[in-house]
């Protein structure tokens, strides 16, 4: 069974991807009661946690009833860095992750995320100062390789391993790729297969069906899935992986009530941890997939997403499992 430090895993555990504006700790509690096995939080600028910036700060919370938790910081300079690591910390997560996959511009032409990959010595010298500075187990996330003609992955993973990081996650797509075109899995499986690599190997990119779950398995040979945009709005995605690994066969698909009381307990959550006018906000981008494949939606979907009134939320919310309470989901 793989272990991130001393963190015991199930086999082929599913880990939920750090991902902006979306994996925060309410929807990180629904993919764990999901079968998240491990969660992390989206990316947190060390910059901005120096600074006290308060969004970063807010992104460091965490409940217990989600752990193993990790929490990703991204950056690319090591004083700050490493200042950013004693704060988080404080926080008490599980594991410290390292982003060093984000493949977007302002992040980039910083040095961070992905653009560290451009600078593969300073990308190894930051993981071991890092690592040094805490106790915690540290992973790193990452993506191929800057281009398609400087994928070193093998490599690089191999030395972060030496540097001390206790689990790696490679998004199978280069920084120029961005998301564009089908993530490759097979450079993940070749660091996976040197000899050498005993901490974790999990792969991501494009696991959006329990099948190709198990094909990262199966014929890829990977330790375990991280999972991003298929769970966005759909935290069963989780469950239906593992039932679909435990029996060959497909999970029904959640009915209206499990639906709509997700919705509601996700918008409840959110209210609690930011406040209504946040929690609401920030809970809209669910709900398409909430209620994903239901003809004659679009009212509905209209209210959910403009209304700033949690109150009115709720009621959209009641007026849905009213009407479509029996709905038959594909
Ligand atoms: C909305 C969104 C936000 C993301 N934010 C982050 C992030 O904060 N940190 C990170 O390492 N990757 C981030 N990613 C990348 C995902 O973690 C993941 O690598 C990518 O979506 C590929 O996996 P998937 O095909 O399962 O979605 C983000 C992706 C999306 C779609």
Same mark, same amino acid.
């Given at each position: 069974?793989?272990?991130?430090?001393?963190?015991?895993?199930?086999?082929?555990?599913?880990?939920?991807?750090?991902?902006?504006?979306?994996?925060?700790?309410?929807?990180?509690?629904?993919?764990?009661?999901?079968?998240?096995?491990?969660?992390?939080?989206?990316?947190?600028?060390?910059?901005?946690?120096?600074?006290?910036?308060?969004?970063?700060?807010?992104?460091?919370?965490?409940?217990?009833?989600?752990?193993?938790?990790?929490?990703? !910081?991204?950056?690319? %300079?090591?004083?700050?860095? #490493? +200042?950013? /690591?004693? *704060?988080?910390?404080? &926080?008490?997560?599980?594991?410290?992750?390292?982003?060093?996959?984000?493949?977007?511009?302002?992040?980039?032409?910083?040095?961070?995320?992905?653009?560290?990959?451009?600078?593969?010595?300073?990308?190894?010298?930051?993981?071991?100062?890092?690592?040094?500075?805490?106790?915690?187990?540290?992973?790193?996330?990452?993506?191929?390789?800057?281009?398609?003609?400087? !994928?070193?992955?093998? %490599?690089?993973?191999?030395? #972060? +391993?030496? /540097?001390? *990081?206790?689990?790696? &996650?490679?998004?199978?797509?280069?920084?120029?790729?961005?998301?564009?075109?089908?993530?490759?899995?097979?450079?993940?499986?070749?660091?996976?297969?040197?000899?050498?690599?005993?901490?974790?190997?999990?792969?991501?990119?494009?696991?959006?069906?329990?099948?190709?779950?198990?094909?990262?398995?199966?014929?890829?040979?990977?330790?375990?899935?991280?999972?991003?945009?298929?769970?966005?709005?759909?935290?069963?995605?989780?469950?239906? /992986?593992?039932?679909?690994?435990?029996?060959?066969?497909?999970?029904?698909?959640?009915?209206?009530?499990?639906?709509?009381?997700?919705?509601?307990?996700?918008?409840?959550?959110?209210?609690?941890?930011?406040?209504?006018?946040?929690?609401?906000?920030?809970?809209?981008?669910?709900?398409?997939?909430?209620?994903?494949?239901?003809?004659?939606?679009?009212?509905?979907?209209?209210?959910?997403?403009?209304?700033?009134?949690?109150?009115?939320?709720?009621?959209?919310?009641?007026?849905?499992?009213?009407?479509?309470?029996?709905?038959?989901?594909?």
């Amino acid at each position: 069974m793989p272990k991130i430090g001393n963190i015991e895993l199930p086999d082929f555990p599913l880990l939920l991807a750090p991902m902006e504006d979306v994996s925060d700790p309410p929807f990180r509690a629904l993919c764990k009661e999901q079968g998240a096995d491990v969660v992390y939080t989206e990316f947190i600028s060390s910059e901005g946690l120096i600074r006290d910036a308060a969004k970063s700060v807010l992104k460091l919370d965490i409940y217990e009833k989600e752990r193993p938790v990790g929490i990703q !910081i991204f950056g690319a %300079e090591l004083d700050s860095m #490493l +200042q950013a /690591v004693d *704060i988080v910390e404080q &926080s008490n997560p599980d594991i410290i992750d390292i982003n060093f996959g984000c493949p977007v511009k302002k992040v980039v032409c910083k040095n961070a995320g992905a653009g560290i990959l451009r600078d593969i010595p300073l990308m190894v010298k930051l993981t071991e100062e890092i690592v040094k500075r805490t106790k915690l187990p540290v992973t790193v996330k990452t993506r191929l390789g800057w281009d398609s003609n400087s !994928i070193k992955i093998v %490599e690089v993973a191999e030395r #972060l +391993q030496d /540097v001390g *990081i206790k689990a790696i &996650s490679i998004h199978g797509r280069t920084r120029v790729q961005m998301y564009k075109g089908e993530a490759d899995w097979r450079p993940i499986a070749e660091v996976k297969n040197n000899q050498r690599m005993q901490i974790p190997v999990f792969g991501n990119g494009d696991v959006d069906t329990p099948e190709a779950a198990l094909k990262m398995r199966d014929e890829f040979g990977l330790d375990g899935a991280m999972i991003g945009r298929a769970s966005i709005g759909y935290p069963w995605f989780f469950k239906e /992986v593992k039932h679909f690994f435990e029996t060959g066969k497909h999970l029904d698909p959640p009915t209206m009530p499990e639906r709509v009381d997700a919705a509601r307990r996700h918008l409840q959550m959110a209210i609690d941890w930011k406040g209504e006018k946040l929690g609401v906000f920030e809970t809209r981008r669910h709900y398409t997939n909430y209620f994903k494949g239901i003809p004659h939606f679009k009212e509905y979907r209209t209210k959910m997403v403009t209304s700033d009134d949690a109150v009115d939320v709720f009621a959209a919310f009641d007026e849905v499992l009213e009407k479509f309470g029996d709905f038959q989901f594909a």
